[in-house]
């Protein structure tokens, strides 16, 4: 997966993020699994693309860069 297919992803996660957010679910609440989901998805997103910026900007392959874990992820300090 390049730059261009992670930041593509990450458009079509957005867009779903707003229409769940937006949409209404069964009895008008959002179906907040789903949400959660598709949050979690775009931390990963997020940090695979700066792991391959990073390893880009050091003169490292940033193909080598992968996926972290959401237990991962999710862990970060903001």
Same mark, same amino acid.
């Given at each position: ?19 769940l957010r937006?949409?209404? !679910? =069964? ?5 907040? $699994? /789903?949400?959660?989901?598709?949050? *979690?998805?775009?931390? +990963? ?13 050091? !003169? =490292? ?5 992968? $996926? /972290?874990?959401?237990?991962?992820? *999710?862990?970060?300090? +903001?």
């Amino acid at each position: 997966m390049n730059d261009e297919d992670i930041l593509t992803r990450i458009q079509a996660l957005v867009e779903e993020e707003h229409s769940l957010r937006d949409g209404t !679910g =069964e009895g008008g609440v959002p179906d907040q $699994a /789903r949400l959660r989901h598709v949050e *979690e998805s775009l931390d +990963q997103c997020w940090d695979l693309l700066r792991q391959r910026r990073a390893k880009k900007d050091s !003169g =490292e392959n940033p193909n080598d860069a992968e $996926a /972290r874990p959401v237990s991962e992820v *999710e862990g970060y300090r +903001q």
